[in-house]
């Protein structure tokens, strides 16, 4: 995908289709449906029926939580009717309200699933390190004022890399069957006055990221020292854990899949970090065996149950 391309306005676009949607989460209660309150799920299915003239759901990549943000959530739905590249995108764009949006849309065969077919999920918390406070950019980064060491963050996080029990980082009230997941990478970078929390993974519990951001500003601040987030890892504890960082800073900017579905390439989100110049995708996922069990499943013929995925 580049930057810039036209939007095919002729042919319909028929079987399953892909989708990548981006959102400021400030003013949903999270992705999913829920009945007392504003959600990104119902804004777009309720956009996405109004191009078709008939209902639609979709399934997403993952449960982002409340005020959380996304700038590659993947959806993926199962058309009554055909439309076109165009229809779709500009039509769901404007029935959407201005803070939803969607980016592109593909077709993919019967076999796509976006949460079951997803080989791990990219998030990014950006912390404002500076003195004043933030004004432009408050909704989208957690302002901190006291001098993070970023280097001790960085080689604290290292802990947290690889397959563990992260009961210590759970929500209370986080309803995943099991606590273990599989962490690929945990990058701690400063950029200018910028500190970014960057980390990907299998999947997520409740609250799971937001608790390790809290841990490790803890750390950046001098607080607790570089083994904290180590110790922590082994009490699988949460009431001995660390506060739960606000959830204006954090950013859904990955979901990762196989090659063969050919899903669009874009710039890295949030829209603030643009200046690293790096694209969806070009990090090496690790050889796991969860890894590899979902490339090789089918969605026809499975094998075991799916792991629950959980919000952040």
Not at 184 to 213: E, T
Request: charge should be neutral; aromatic fraction near 8%; charged fraction near 25%.
């Amino acid at each position: 995908m580049t930057l810039f391309y036209h939007f095919d306005e002729k042919i319909p676009l028929t079987g399953r289709l892909a989708m990548g949607v981006e959102y400021d989460g400030t003013r949903y209660c999270g992705f999913q449906r829920l009945n007392h309150a504003a959600s990104v799920q119902a804004s777009l299915e309720d956009a996405l029926s109004k191009v078709a003239n008939e209902p639609i759901q979709v399934s997403a990549s993952g449960r982002t939580d409340s005020g959380v943000h996304a700038t590659r959530q993947i959806v993926h739905f199962d058309p009554p009717v055909g439309r076109s590249e165009k229809a779709w995108i500009f039509g769901a764009n404007t029935q959407l309200p201005r803070d939803i949006a969607v980016r592109w849309v593909k077709p993919v065969g019967d076999d796509f699933h976006s949460r079951l077919s997803a080989l791990g999920r990219r998030y990014r918390y950006v912390l404002l390190n500076q003195i004043s406070r933030p004004v432009l950019e408050r909704a989208n980064v957690t302002w901190c004022r006291d001098p993070l060491d970023a280097d001790a963050m960085h080689r604290a996080a290292q802990a947290l890399v690889g397959e563990h029990d992260f009961s210590s980082f759970r929500a209370a009230g986080c309803q995943s069957k099991t606590p273990w997941r599989h962490m690929h990478f945990v990058d701690v970078k400063r950029y200018g006055q910028l500190v970014m929390i960057d980390i990907q993974g299998n999947a997520f519990l409740h609250h799971m990221i937001r608790n390790i951001a809290g841990a490790l500003v803890s750390v950046g601040r001098g607080a607790q020292d570089e083994a904290y987030i180590g110790e922590l890892l082994a009490l699988k504890n949460r009431r001995k854990g660390d506060v739960t960082a606000p959830a204006c800073g954090l950013h859904f900017v990955d979901s990762v899949y196989d090659e063969r579905f050919d899903l669009p390439k874009e710039p890295l989100g949030p829209h603030l970090l643009s200046f690293t110049g790096e694209w969806t995708g070009e990090r090496e996922l690790p050889d796991t065996p969860r890894v590899a069990y979902r490339r090789n499943r089918s969605l026809r013929h499975p094998t075991a149950p799916p792991e629950q995925e959980t919000s952040s």
